[in-house]
């Protein structure tokens, strides 16, 4: 899918009335839904996730911190990661 247009659209309700809402930690840019008041950060998800990652990820897996933490840190969806802790501690 390479014709996915950038618009930003809330993940919860599909509106486009979208506006900046600050950084999270990591430095990626923020938005909140104008029409639900949903918070999200753009497409966080779509990225592949680099091999840096997940050698972060795994370090923080060991830490004990909650996989909403760690994705937040990390910058890739919980759901991304509940599938990555899946498929690692099923070996
Ligand atoms: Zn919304």
Redesign the pocket.
Known sequence: MENQKCQNK??????E??VKNGHIHNGKQRYI??????QFVKDPQNKPVSDEQKALIDKLLLEKIPLAGIARVVGVSERWLQNYVNVVYDK
């Open positions: 809330c993940p919860r309700c599909q509106s009335e979208v839904c104008k029409q639900c008041g949903r």
